[in-house]
């Protein structure tokens, strides 16, 4: 039999079709398809999507004649993904690392991870109880942030932990820079150990010659794909995708992903899963080449601009970068003498222009699918306007001091014992030398400075105070001020000698 055609979207027109076919809705959710729902909402998100809100396990959608709507989606999503087995997330990628931690590290299983990693992996850790030994990445002190990990660092982090059964990367990072994946791929793979990608912020990867290629292409046995952030789903919905290559069982995934997934998912979410595979299958390379072409346009204003630089593909070849994911714009504000806080602030306020991620010396945006030329080359024109109004001629902004206890000492005990140990609040001035039981970030990108199970470090505390002073927020923290954080107890002689062995 033939494969089903990439331009079908099996879940989404099983789901139409039930929605405005007239049925008689006696099951959930109440609002019945829109009659109760209030008139506020009806109005703000449309009668059609109330309609389309419907529950799990209705014949024709999700159960029924095999294979189902919802599995033959997934399996179209494998194929344009080049994955052996999909699975479709309604808890964004923060589920899939979850999935993953629970399925390759079980309780005292270690793995290397990437210091920089998202928070939902330590997470995932605390739900399985796996051990961490962190690898990290290189750090740029000129514009203070972190980029890729090198081939020798994995290297020298599996010989340090001769015991880890899987290695977690993130590629592409925040800033658009990849990592050499195959490179990576090669020395996991030399132990028999699965490596695992999130390509959270590359779900367009693979789909335009002009873009880096899929970690799965690459040679990574499973990854991540946030297709909400820049493909065209809604919002927390994601991709896990399975390689053909058998270190990541994908029967174990599924039964892990049964355990974290709501019995109650929601069809608007899978439906806009299954409608942006199909766009990017069907025509995400035009609409990919049209707002490269776009994103050009705005480059060669940004560049005229005075004190703007561009972080960008100059950076191949240098601190594990491999390759560069263009559809990132990075301003490089520092010869501005304002901080991109101060800068995005200014855009906001004067023309309702919202950055993705402002820090001292640089400003993320992400670009999306179909954005236009005029609306890139007036974004272009936005920062100059702000940038002539705030710029400060002959004063160099500096990134915040990271120290070099930024990326941690690594864990003194599993994340798991930290987070649901005896714990107790101390303020920030007695913490440094204790250990945490919070992860706590910068958010975003989300990236924790302190992880359960971590030494808490004179550095690291120094940069989450600057963090909270230059106005951004503390994802994790338990005391959003930074005033105090929860700390484990310390084990007495008495219960040291009566604990169980582990």
């Given at each position: 039999m033939l494969p089903e055609p990439q331009h079908s979207s099996p879940y989404l027109d099983a789901v139409v079709a039930y929605a405005f076919r007239g049925p008689a809705r006696y099951h959930v959710p109440g609002h019945k398809g829109g009659p109760g729902a209030d008139p506020a909402l009806r109005k703000a998100i449309g009668v059609d999507a109330l309609a389309a809100d419907v529950p799990q396990d209705i014949h024709g959608i999700d159960i029924g004649q095999s294979p189902s709507a919802y599995e033959r989606a997934e399996t179209l999503a494998a194929d344009a993904f080049g994955a052996d087995r999909s699975f479709f997330l309604t808890n964004g990628a923060t589920q899939g690392n979850h999935a993953l931690c629970l399925?390759?590290?079980?309780?005292?299983?270690?793995?290397?991870?990437?210091?920089?990693?998202?928070?939902?992996?330590?997470?995932?850790?605390?739900?399985?109880?796996?051990?961490?030994?962190?690898?990290?990445?290189?750090?740029?002190?000129?514009?203070?942030?972190?980029?890729?990990?090198?081939?020798?660092?994995?290297?020298?982090?599996?010989?340090?932990?001769?015991?880890?059964?899987?290695?977690?990367?993130?590629?592409?990072?925040?800033?658009?820079?990849?990592?050499?994946?195959?490179?990576?791929?090669?020395?996991?793979h030399a132990r028999d150990i699965p490596l695992v990608v999130d390509q959270s912020w590359g779900p367009h990867f693979g789909f335009h010659p002009a873009l880096p290629a899929t970690a799965l292409?690459?040679?990574?046995?499973?990854?991540?794909?946030?297709?909400?952030?820049?493909?065209?789903?809604?919002?927390?919905?994601?991709?896990?995708?399975?390689?053909?290559?058998?270190?990541?069982?994908?029967?174990?995934?599924?039964?892990?992903?049964?355990?974290?997934?709501?019995?109650?998912?929601?069809?608007?979410?899978?439906?806009?899963?299954?409608?942006?595979?199909?766009?990017?299958?069907?025509?995400?390379?035009?609409?990919?080449?049209?707002?490269?072409?776009?994103?050009?346009?705005?480059?060669?204003?940004?560049?005229?601009?005075?004190?703007?630089?561009?972080?960008?593909?100059?950076?191949?070849?240098?601190?594990?970068?491999?390759?560069?994911?263009?559809?990132?714009?990075?301003?490089?504000?520092?010869?501005?003498?304002?901080?991109?806080?101060?800068?995005?602030?200014?855009?906001?306020?004067?023309?309702?222009?919202?950055?993705?991620?402002?820090?001292?010396?640089?400003?993320?945006?992400?670009?999306?699918?179909?954005?236009?030329?005029?609306?890139?080359?007036?974004?272009?024109?936005?920062?100059?306007?702000?940038?002539?109004?705030?710029?400060?001629?002959?004063v160099t902004t500096e990134p915040l001091s990271a120290g070099t206890g930024i990326f941690g000492h690594g864990v003194s005990v599993s994340p798991r014992t930290a987070f649901l140990g005896a714990s107790e609040r101390v303020s920030i001035s007695d913490a440094v030398g204790r250990i945490s039981c919070e992860a706590v970030a910068a958010y975003p990108p989300g990236v924790p400075t302190l992880l359960p199970g971590e030494e808490i470090t004179a550095d690291a505390v120094s940069y989450l105070q600057q963090v909270v002073d230059g106005g951004a927020r503390l994802h994790g923290a338990s005391d959003p001020s930074f005033a105090t954080v929860v700390v484990l107890r310390p084990t007495s002689p008495t219960s040291e000698r009566t604990a169980a062995p582990r």
């Open positions: 399925a390759l590290a079980g309780p005292d299983v270690h793995i290397v991870a990437q210091r920089n990693s998202h928070g939902s992996v330590v997470d995932g850790l605390v739900l399985s109880g796996g051990v961490p030994t962190f690898v990290a990445p290189e750090y740029d002190e000129d514009l203070g942030i972190a980029h890729c990990v090198t081939p020798e660092s994995l290297e020298a982090a599996l010989i340090a932990d001769p015991e880890a059964r899987a290695v977690f990367v993130v590629s592409p990072t925040y800033y658009g820079m990849t990592a050499d994946i195959a490179a990576l791929a090669e020395i996991a292409a690459a040679g990574a046995d499973a990854m991540l794909t946030s297709t909400h952030k820049i493909a065209g789903s809604l919002t927390q919905s994601a991709m896990l995708h399975v390689g053909s290559t058998g270190r990541v069982d994908a029967d174990a995934l599924a039964r892990v992903l049964r355990l974290l997934r709501s019995t109650s998912p929601s069809s608007l979410l899978i439906a806009s899963l299954d409608s942006a595979r199909r766009q990017l299958s069907m025509h995400g390379e035009q609409l990919l080449h049209e707002t490269l072409e776009a994103i050009e346009l705005a480059h060669v204003k940004l560049r005229t601009i005075p004190g703007v630089d561009l972080v960008d593909q100059r950076l191949v070849g240098r601190m594990g970068v491999h390759a560069y994911d263009p559809l990132r714009i990075v301003l490089d504000v520092r010869g501005t003498g304002c901080t991109g806080y101060e800068i995005a602030d200014e855009l906001r306020r004067s023309y309702d222009v919202h950055v993705e991620l402002p820090m001292r010396a640089t400003i993320v945006l992400v670009v999306g699918l179909g954005e236009s030329a005029p609306a890139l080359r007036r974004l272009a024109g936005d920062i100059e306007e702000a940038v002539s109004r705030l710029a400060r001629p002959g």
